[in-house]
């Protein structure tokens, strides 16, 4: 098992086309990884770099110590699960995960045991005769899981592995993957999703990236709780954070912002003198959002709802230069639409960003 380390790491194509730059990254040894972040950010791209599938263009990457820029993959002590399972067809699960290890003139009994190992961390064990076809998706998925986790690697490389399952495939081999870093604590993971729900379940840590680099690095709740810029607080969570603009009107440990809509939103972020009559946004996450007959932060007119079940969603109309609010409140609220609503946010739970960066973390 391993530490990674990139340094100032960047990839150009053709010498002008810049994909990422200033990539700072330490990751330790037993960590989960997660890259999340929009289509084309690079997030696979930057795993492929790691793996050795695509060239570095400048800066360094050190595994265990070492720089390993210009060492070949077979050479990393890197397993890659890739997207598609990518198993072999005409051999059984068991000739699918020896494979590998034959190639590298292992010993029968090396190979046997390794076999036995990974079969019995993800329970492949009454499957290892069977062929590609008769298995299922998830099935299929953990055995490419089983073809790396048979060479021992020092690093396990996960490229969105479970995009090509259905919802409730993909609900069910999450909950194996998160029971397989559990059994292998010592292994070092990177994995790269879009999804939101396996970033934040997975992860020890989340990479989120944007525009080309780095926009935050963090457990998975202190991104939640505590962006450090709107991208990242409008990024993760689902329905995003709801932005309004306003203008800090009083400071000190409690700050009081004047929304542009006319009321008064209170935040536990600490501000100065100095930053009264800033223009500002406060961040409110839509679960964050109360009922409330007084000390409203938001009135507005219920658009649509949307009744999930354990909790409804309140979209309001939306307001000249603000985008439409969205509440999320506990259970059923269909009698909503049409009627004008007053919701009260906690200060602890008010971020306030300035030029799109979190004052909580000047």
Request: charged residues 25%; contains cysteine.
């Amino acid at each position: 098992m391993a530490d990674l380390k990139l340094t100032d790491v960047a990839k150009t194509y053709g010498g002008s086309v810049e994909v990422l730059k200033n990539i700072d990254l330490d990751i330790q040894q037993g960590e989960l990884i997660v890259f999340v972040g929009p289509s084309g950010c690079g997030k696979s791209t930057l795993l492929r770099m790691i793996a050795g599938l695509e060239k570095i263009s400048s800066g360094t990457l050190e595994i265990d110590g070492e720089v390993v820029n210009d060492v070949p993959p077979a050479q990393r002590g890197i397993a890659m699960v890739f997207q598609s399972y990518a198993l072999y067809p005409h051999m059984t699960v068991r000739e699918n995960m020896a494979f590998a290890l034959k190639i590298a003139k292992k010993s029968q009994s090396e190979i046997d045991a390794a076999i036995d190992k990974a079969a019995k961390i993800l329970q492949l064990e009454p499957y290892l005769d069977r062929l590609p076809k008769a298995l299922s998706g998830g099935q299929r998925q953990r055995v490419a899981i089983g073809r790396s986790i048979v060479r021992d690697p020092k690093v396990y490389l996960f490229d969105e592995p479970l995009s090509n399952l259905d919802a409730a495939l993909r609900v069910a081999t999450r909950i194996e993957i998160a029971q397989l870093k559990e059994a292998m604590p010592e292994s070092t993971m990177i994995y790269v999703t879009h999804d939101q729900v396996e970033a934040m379940t997975l992860a020890s840590r989340i990479v989120v990236l944007a525009n080309k680099g780095i926009a935050q690095v963090g457990t998975p709740l202190e991104l939640y709780e505590r962006p450090e810029n709107e991208f990242v607080a409008q990024f993760i969570g689902s329905p995003s954070m709801n932005l309004l603009p306003g203008e800090i009107v009083g400071t000190g440990a409690q700050t009081t912002v004047r929304l542009a809509t006319g009321e008064t939103a209170m935040s536990a972020v600490p501000t100065t003198d100095a930053d009264m009559g800033m223009k500002v946004n406060i961040g409110v996450r839509p679960e964050d959002m109360v009922l409330a007959e007084t000390n409203a932060c938001y009135n507005g007119k219920v658009a649509i709802t949307e009744a999930l079940g354990e909790v409804t969603l309140l979209y309001f109309e939306a307001e000249a230069g603000v985008d439409p609010v969205i509440a999320k409140l506990p259970g059923i609220h269909r009698d909503m639409r049409g009627k004008t609503v007053s919701l009260a946010c906690d200060p602890a739970k008010v971020q306030i960003f300035h030029e799109g960066k979190s004052l909580y973390y000047r």
